[in-house]
């Protein structure tokens, strides 16, 4: 007996929800198994993750405000590995986007208004994640630097200079000593939703963005390119396609995008720029888990985007109910991001078990 692999000729819109449903309860199953190794009910702690999540209008709200990160970081995500560019450096990208928003705000905020600085910031931000997105592309296509490698080292690249900023030339005058700059003029914070830390901007930002990528990537030149490179890159440079510029591109809007959510969270969170630790919660490695999830389609990052906002939030609520350490909402997306890893796989392959033939 042995076990044959063989390709998938065609999967239907059935399939892939059956196939994702799937690889979630088996996720969710396996996640089961680690809580009550833990001694911990497992049905009482998954309870918990969702009653705190979007069983509150709190809940409700903290995930709307953590899941706008992840839908602008994760759509552009989706736009990178739909043509096989595998960028795990959002994070980076994430604080270029602040670094740069904080210069902007920082310098030109006391003297322009709100209506120039709010779009001015966004603009600074998106520049700088883009700048930041392009290195590993550049490195890949003329060096052959593996883009997992460099994506993943610039992540510490960008972290530890952040540092420098705050405890260095940037450190604020107004801190006491403190390691953060020194607060955003009131020209270039987002304001709130009542009783919440919503920034309706931001929402309609990161919605408006996903879609239009969707969109992009499905009903444009462009996308056509991307989706012929993830398919055969060789096909692709046989065809004509600029595969330079094509990369060199993705991986600006790509980067662009988690620059984005770095400037929403400086503008709209913490109104100063701080250890990198504060300023994001991990939304660079999270939102691969939400890039995943919604199929490569940057549109589908809205309700990904949100529902890996609602696993962050009832961490939070399981850590104070529960006594749980973080850790334990770590493990919970890991194996839900190896699930849906093999849920892929599967869906683009079928098992067969054939019996050997004997002479």
Do not use: C
């Amino acid at each position: 007996m042995y076990i044959e692999l063989l390709p998938r000729e065609k999967v239907s819109p059935q399939q892939n929800v059956l196939f994702m449903a799937a690889a979630l309860i088996a996720g969710l199953l396996a996640v089961s198994v680690v809580f009550a190794l833990n001694g911990v009910n497992p049905a009482v702690a998954i309870f918990y993750i969702f009653k705190g999540s979007f069983g509150s209008w709190y809940g409700i709200k903290e995930t709307i405000t953590k899941g706008m990160p992840l839908i602008l970081i994760g759509s552009g995500l989706a736009l990178a590995y739909k043509a096989k560019f595998w960028n795990i450096g959002a994070e980076s990208q994430l604080l270029a986007g602040a670094i740069f928003a904080t210069w902007t705000g920082l310098n030109w905020g006391p003297h322009l208004p709100a209506v120039v600085m709010v779009p001015l910031m966004f603009l600074s931000a998106f520049i700088g994640g883009a700048l930041w997105g392009m290195v590993p592309a550049v490195l890949k296509i003329r060096f052959g630097i593996n883009e997992v490698i460099s994506t993943l080292m610039l992540n510490y690249i960008a972290a530890e200079f952040v540092k420098f900023l705050v405890v260095g030339p940037w450190k604020g005058a107004s801190k006491g000593g403190y390691p953060y700059t020194d607060d955003l003029p009131a020209s270039s914070i987002l304001p709130h939703l009542s009783h919440s830390r919503i920034s309706l901007l931001l929402l309609f930002l990161a919605v408006a963005s996903a879609l239009i990528l969707g969109w992009l990537v499905y009903k444009s030149r462009f996308g056509y390119e991307i989706r012929v490179i993830g398919e055969n890159v060789h096909a692709a440079r046989y065809s004509g396609i600029n595969f330079f510029r094509t990369s060199l591109l993705l991986m600006a809007v790509s980067g662009g995008m988690a620059g984005l959510a770095g400037a929403g969270e400086l503008m709209s969170i913490h109104h100063y720029l701080s250890y990198p630790d504060s300023l994001s919660a991990g939304y660079g490695f999270t939102a691969i888990i939400v890039a995943w999830l919604a199929r490569l389609h940057p549109s589908y990052t809205i309700i990904a985007g949100l529902f890996f906002a609602g696993i962050i939030v009832g961490g939070d609520a399981i850590q104070v109910s529960m006594g749980m350490p973080i850790a334990a909402v770590r493990v919970f997306n890991s194996i839900i991001l190896i699930f849906l890893i093999m849920e892929d796989f599967l869906i683009s392959h079928r098992v067969r078990v054939r019996r050997k033939n004997h002479a």
